[in-house]
């Protein structure tokens, strides 16, 4: 866990089990586990928050689990395409327009 989050060394470990307890009474001790074994920042979620959790929480556990990875990758991927729109107007060259036709006439 300590790999995939380091943060988590700076929560308060007071929290831990009282939140995974509140995550059991809600998903099932072993689902709450797994969940907490995908998204470890869970941990840092104070018990009476914990208790309010929904299906959401476990979804985004899954989420945060496949995308941890890419993490990187995907920051940079997503600044970039948000940058188009501001390269093509100091360009003037519409790139999106251009990429659309070239992918239609194919």
Do not use: C, H, W
Not at 45 to 55: C, H, L, Q, S, T
Not at 81 to 100: C, H, K, Y
């Amino acid at each position: 866990m300590t790999k995939d989050l380091p943060a988590i060394l700076a929560f308060d470990k007071r929290n831990f089990k009282p939140t995974l307890m509140e995550f059991g009474k809600i998903f099932g001790d072993q689902e709450a586990k797994e969940m907490v074994m995908r998204n470890p920042g869970l941990l840092a979620v104070k018990p009476e928050d914990a208790a309010d959790a929904d299906d959401q929480t476990m979804k985004f556990s899954y989420i945060v689990a496949k995308t941890r990875p890419a993490g990187p990758y995907l920051l940079y991927g997503t600044l970039g395409l948000l940058t188009i729109p501001v390269v093509e107007e100091i360009s003037g060259v519409p790139f999106r327009a251009n990429l659309l036709k070239s992918i239609l006439s194919l």
